[in-house]
C-alpha cells in the first residue's frame, strides 16, 4: 500500500516564501522586481568561471570556502574566523535561525520586512513576535527589548522600504540587548553606513552580507555572515557540510577581490536612485527615502495593483506586495538609466 507521508504539523500548514516573477528564458522583459544589479558581474568573475581546473569538480570544495574568507576578511579588515559563507545570504539567515532559536523561543524583528524570516521561524517552529517599525522607519528599539526575544533580526537598509537605520540606533538596541542580534546587510553596498564597526564592541552581532546585490551574482548563490569567531564557530556546526560549491567559491572571491568595478555599480544605482525617486515625485507618486538599490513609492491614486498590471502588459516587472499598508505601494528596483527611462515614459503614457 502507498501512501502520501504526512510532513510535520508546522510545514504542513506553512506557504513557504513566495519568490518575485522570473520571466521565462529569452523572455524580453524590463525586470526591475527583484532588487537585482543592473550590471552584469565583473569580467573578472566570469574569467575565474572559464578558467577553473576541472580537478576543482572532480574532488569535494573546501568545506569553509578558505579563500573566499581569506579574501572577505582582508576587504573587511577582519580575521578569517570571523567569517562564515553561504549558499546565498539566505543560507546564512537560515544557519542562524537553527544556531540560536528552538521551538517556542521569541524571534523578534520590525515589521514589514524580509518576508522569509516568518518561513524560517515556521520552519523551526520558532515564536515570532513583530513590532511596528517606530515613526520615519525608526528601529523600535524599546519595542524590540520589550518582546523578551532571544534573537532579533532586522534588514538594514530595510526591505521593502529601503530605509537605513544610522549605526548610532543599531549601537543602542545592541548595547541593551543580551541576545542574538542579526543585521541582515543584503543591501547596504548601495548604503551610507553599515554595522562592522559594532562588531568590535558586541559579541552578540551577526552581519549578514549577500553578492547577489552589490556584485551582480544572484544567480551564483553566495552570501556570508561576519561575526565574533565564538558565533561563527557555534554556526559552522550546523552549516551542510560542503554548502558552497568550487565554481561558486572560486568566482565569488575574484568578484570580491574586484572592488573597483563593483564600486562603479555602486555608484550609479546610487546616481539612478536619486533621479528615478525625483522624476517620480515629479508624477505625484510619494517615494520613502532609499538607501537600497530599489525604492518603495505610493502612486497616485492609490491603485498600485493596476499599475502593477498595467505595467506588467508593456514588459516592465516591479513588485506589488498584496500585503496591509503596502496595496498603495510598489517597489521598483533601480535599472539601467534605459531602464528606469522606459518605466517612467511607461507611467507617463495613458
Ligand atoms: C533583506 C534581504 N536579505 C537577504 C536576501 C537574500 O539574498 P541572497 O540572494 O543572498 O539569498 C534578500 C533578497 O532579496 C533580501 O531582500
Known sequence: MSITPRARPNVEKMSGYTPGEQPRPGERVVKLN???????????????????????????????????????????????????????????????????????????????????????????????????????????????????????????????????????????????????????EAYVDFADENSLPLLHEFPNLIVSRTLSKGYALAGLRFGYAIAAPAVVSEMNKVKDSYNCDAIATRAATAALQDQDYARRSWEHVRAERGRLSEALQRRGWQVIPSQANFVLATCPGGNAAAIYRALKGKGILVRFFDKPGLTDKLRITIGTAEENDQLLAALSAP
Open 34 to 184: 527583484t532588487n537585482e544589479n543592473p550590471f552584469p558581474p565583473s569580467p573578472r568573475v566570469v574569467e575565474a568561471i572559464r578558467s577553473i581546473d576541472p580537478e576543482r569538480l572532480r574532488r569535494y570544495p573546501n568545506p569553509s570556502a578558505e579563500e573566499f574568507r581569506q579574501t572577505a576578511a582582508r576587504v573587511h579588515g577582519v580575521s578569517p574566523d570571523m567569517i562564515v559563507a553561504g549558499n546565498g545570504s539566505d543560507e546564512i539567515l537560515a544557519m542562524a535561525v537553527r544556531t540560536y532559536l528552538g521551538p517556542g523561543d521569541v524571534f523578534a524583528y520590525p515589521d514589514p520586512t524580509y518576508s522569509l524570516y516568518p518561513v524560517l521561524a515556521e520552519m523551526g517552529e520558532v515564536r515570532v513576535v513583530t513590532v511596528p517599525w517606530d515613526a520615519g522607519w525608526d528601529l523600535p528599539v524599546d519595542a524590540l527589548l520589550g518582546t523578551g526575544a532571544r534573537a532579533i533580526f532586522f534588514a538594514n537598509p530595510n526591505a521593502p522600504t529601503g530605509t537605513l537605520v544610522p549605526t548610532a540606533r543599531v549601537r543602542a538596541l545592541a548595547a541593551r540587548f543580551s541576545g542574538l542580534l542579526l543585521v541582515d
